[in-house]
Antibody
Framework: EVQLVESGGGLVQPGGSLRLSCAASGFTFSDYDLHWVRQPTGKGLEWVSA???????YYPGSVKGRFISSRDNAKNSVHLQLNSLRAGDTAVYYCARAYQYGSVRLDVWGQGTTVTVSS | AIQMTQSPSSLSASVGDRVTITCRAS??????VGWYQQRPGKAPKFLIY???SLQSGAPSRFSGSGSGTDFTLTISSLQPEDFATYYCLHDYNYPLSFGPGTKVEIK
């Protein structure tokens, strides 16, 4: 079964850090780009990062310089390091895969992990 | 960065209705748009890519059209399981961005 499972969410103080992980199974991990998308409670989806098969990374301005994505093809996992966290980063964080060629098709998603930034 | 807008922000419709949702990009993005459905408490589900191509496994009542800056998602005959929020996502270049969503509610 093709599956993505996120972990690592939790409660963190403003200015703190957290490392999210996404474990993949059931497909050839090295053939896919991995994306992170977040959703604050009751609000819309926000694209947060992408990491390509070669380890190239992309971010929107809202998190660039604070969030770092990495991948471990040997362990079929992707990570998102969240630094200098703010209240506005509170959200459910989803990882999703997209085949490396063609359109960005986020065709498989994890169940999400919740990050709460609060003092 | 490219901004995506959607209209309407919400709509009420009945089972069997034809529903159309519009997405607009802040610049020409060719056909580089996808559509996603999200039911409450669930992860998004992928429906349409490249503006008009139906993802394998997505119901055929969903269709997409458009190019340039204006795109539409159409549900030809609304089913009970289609009551959800729909988002467009451009993949023309990085950073990607979603539209704000359109909530489809039961009339």
């Amino acid at each position: 079964e093709v599956q993505l499972v996120e972990s690592g969410g939790g409660l963190v103080q403003p200015g703190g850090s957290l490392r999210l992980s996404c474990a993949a199974s059931g497909f050839t991990f090295s053939d896919y780009d991995l994306h992170w998308v977040r959703q604050p409670t009751g609000k819309g989806l926000e694209w947060v990062s992408a990491i390509g098969t070669a380890g190239d990374t992309y971010y929107p301005g809202s998190v660039k310089g604070r969030f770092i994505s990495s991948r471990d093809n040997a362990k079929n996992s992707v990570h998102l390091q969240l630094n200098s966290l703010r209240a506005g980063d509170t959200a459910v964080y989803y990882c999703a895969r997209a085949y490396q060629y063609g359109s960005v098709r986020l065709d498989v998603w994890g169940q999400g992990t919740t990050v709460t930034v609060s003092s | 960065a490219i901004q995506m807008t959607q209209s309407p922000s919400s709509l009420s419709a009945s089972v069997g209705d034809r529903v159309t949702i519009t997405c607009r990009a802040s610049q020409d993005i060719r056909s580089d748009v996808g559509w996603y459905q999200q039911r409450p408490g669930k992860a998004p589900k992928f429906l349409i890519y490249a503006a008009s191509s139906l993802q394998s496994g997505a119901p055929s009542r969903f269709s997409g059209s458009g190019s340039g800056t204006d795109f539409t998602l159409t549900i030809s005959s609304l089913q009970p399981e289609d009551f959800a929020t729909y988002y467009c996502l451009h993949d023309y270049n990085y950073p990607l961005s979603f539209g704000p969503g359109t909530k489809v509610e039961i009339k």
